[in-house]
């Protein structure tokens, strides 16, 4: 085990393999700020991708912006205690009529920001729109061949999943997670209007982008009536540091993915709070499954019992909870595992050998991509997951990038992607743990891990086949969650906390789990 004096001697030897960004404090914020009505100022860790159809990518930045902009059939606020509780939004009930129909009602006199009413059709085309096989975020249980949609009049929407013999409960929590599109929008396919703005039926609706800015302003016809502010600005900085003194000067109203430290400091600064929330994102380490050595379960389980999560926790202080599964602990069927990989360096070299690597002996060169910027202390963590590795004899290198660059090399590629190791996060506002489990380990849905398996292709069925929620938590809990501890696509590290930081004149924000914000309330004093 590394003991304390190693750790950091360990820190201080990988300190010089990625560079200290500049921080650029040139902002263009407008001396309005001062005063007490104006737009919320919002300052974002990740970059967008230019793309604004919301089953076009699955960026967190992009998804907190719909979160202002779009309307959800039901939010899920999310709690431990109450992991699958939801808020109606565009429904008013949602009712299992057996165990493969779902009857949504919707709420009447609803308008998107063009103008148009909000009707079942819109509903309609949204959950076709969005189970098509071509959309990279993949958010439904199978295709449109799986499942029909009928609409019964303005206001019923029918989900009816004998087709794909999987429970209709399914669609209960997928309700929280994708955002409601026009069906006029729809129509016109993935490179119309859709890709080229947002037009949604929330509090604030999209204006234009800016440079690195995305303005929105409050839309008049929003049904809850018009936000208290008249906007939000939502702007990427890619220095935490730079995030930090902007909201210390008063050029920012909220940040985001504050280090623990940052934390401290600013909870000393007057006029300033810091909103904790334990999310649903998990962070992970990342094996690509889909080439050697961690194509082979045996060597990504030695990896796993090489690390010692404890000390990682340690490092994120605040900013992580401790978990053991993969899912974030307010995702419905969560549960510790009693067979999650531990810090073992004995049964790590047992399994080395068993693969064929004594010691690591011919193992090849390994790549771990991490980023720097966007979540809070990859670079520290990723530090010491090296140095655990290579003390039992993995021939590991840390490659430490900034967020942009990252972010080309995540996703898995024919033969194999970038690197051997990628270290993301996972965050889906929504409690349905298929968004996590099913969008990265079946192996139709090869995102970062490239895994293909037919046992866990199976578990991953039976547990969305299952006939009621009660029969799917207790497939995911016997049988496919306990699969992939011992399989191992990927090493859940922990549970993220997110920190903001915010002004302390702000109030009546509503902050959800997966970073998104309710402004529709919110005022300065």
């Keep these: 085990m590394i003991s304390r004096r190693k750790f950091l001697n360990y820190s201080a030897a990988f300190g010089a393999l990625a560079a200290t960004p500049q921080i650029n404090t040139d902002f263009l914020f407008s001396p309005a700020m001062a005063q007490a009505s104006r737009p919320i100022t919002f300052l974002s860790a990740e970059n967008i991708t230019g793309n604004w159809d919301p089953t076009a990518h699955t960026t967190l930045s992009q998804t907190n912006i719909e979160g202002f902009v779009m309307g959800y059939l039901t939010r899920a606020p999310m709690t431990p205690e109450k992991p699958d509780e939801v808020v109606y939004e565009l429904a008013t009930s949602i009712t299992e009529i057996d165990a493969h129909r779902l009857e949504i009602k919707l709420r009447e006199g609803v308008t998107f920001h063009d103008g148009k009413p909000f009707t079942a059709a819109d509903v309609k085309a949204t959950f076709e729109y969005g189970a098509g096989a071509d959309r990279p975020k993949q958010v439904y249980p199978g295709t449109t061949d799986t499942f029909a949609v009928t609409t019964p009049d303005d206001y019923t929407v029918i989900i009816d999943t004998s087709k794909g013999g999987f429970g209709a409960s399914l669609f209960i929590f997928l309700a929280s997670y994708l955002p409601i599109l026009s069906a006029d929008d729809v129509a016109q396919g993935p490179s119309g209007p859709l890709s080229q703005r947002l037009n949604g039926t929330g509090p604030f609706r999209f204006v234009e982008q800016r440079g690195n800015d995305t303005v929105m302003e409050a839309f008049d016809g929003y049904f809850k009536g018009k936000a208290t502010v008249p906007g939000v600005t939502f702007s990427f900085v890619g220095d935490g540091t730079t995030r930090m003194l902007s909201l210390m000067s008063g050029q920012a109203d909220i940040i985001e993915r504050l280090e623990p430290e940052q934390a401290e400091t600013l909870e000393a600064e007057a006029g300033i709070v810091i909103k904790r929330q334990v999310s649903v994102e998990n962070k992970y380490l990342w094996f690509r499954c889909s080439k050697a050595p961690f194509d082979n379960p045996l060597v990504r389980r030695a990896a796993c019992h090489a690390i010692d999560r404890d000390m990682i926790m340690e490092i994120m202080g605040s900013a992580g909870h401790a978990s053991s599964n993969f899912v974030s602990p307010i995702k419905f069927g969560y549960t510790d595992l009693a067979n999650y990989p531990k810090y073992d360096p004995e049964e790590c070299q047992r399994l080395l050998a068993e693969a064929g690597y004594p010691n690591g002996e011919g193992l090849p060169e390994l790549e771990y991509i991490t980023s720097t910027g966007f979540y809070p202390k990859t670079k520290e963590y990723g530090e010491i997951i090296t140095a655990l590795m290579q003390e039992q004899g993995f021939p590991v290198t840390l490659n430490?990038?900034?967020?942009?660059?990252?972010?080309?090399?995540?996703?898995?590629?024919?033969?194999?992607?970038?690197?051997?190791?990628?270290?993301?996060?996972?965050?889906?506002?929504?409690?349905?743990?298929?968004?996590?489990?099913?969008?990265?380990?079946?192996?139709?849905?090869?995102?970062?891990?490239?895994?293909?398996?037919?046992?866990?292709?199976?578990?991953?069925?039976?547990?969305?086949?299952?006939?009621?929620?009660?029969?799917?938590?207790?497939?995911?809990?016997?049988?496919?969650?306990?699969?992939?501890?011992?399989?191992?696509?990927?090493?859940?590290?922990?549970?993220?906390?997110?920190?903001?930081?915010?002004?302390?004149?702000?109030?009546?924000?509503?902050?959800?789990?997966?970073?998104?914000?309710?402004?529709?309330?919110?005022?300065?004093?």
Aim: net charge negative; glycine share 8%.
């Design 400 to 525: 430490v990038m900034e967020v942009a660059a990252w972010n080309e090399r995540l996703y898995d590629r024919p033969g194999g992607g970038p690197g051997h190791m990628v270290d993301c996060g996972w965050s889906t506002g929504s409690p349905e743990p298929d968004l996590v489990l099913r969008s990265h380990f079946h192996s139709s849905s090869k995102r970062i891990c490239g895994i293909e398996d037919p046992e866990i292709d199976a578990a991953l069925d039976e547990e969305r086949n299952a006939p009621s929620l009660e029969a799917r938590k207790t497939s995911l809990q016997s049988n496919l969650m306990p699969m992939l501890a011992d399989k191992v696509p990927a090493l859940s590290l922990f549970t993220s906390v997110l920190m903001h930081g915010m002004r302390e004149n702000l109030a009546g924000l509503i902050m959800y789990p997966d970073g998104q914000i309710d402004a529709s309330q919110a005022s300065f004093s």
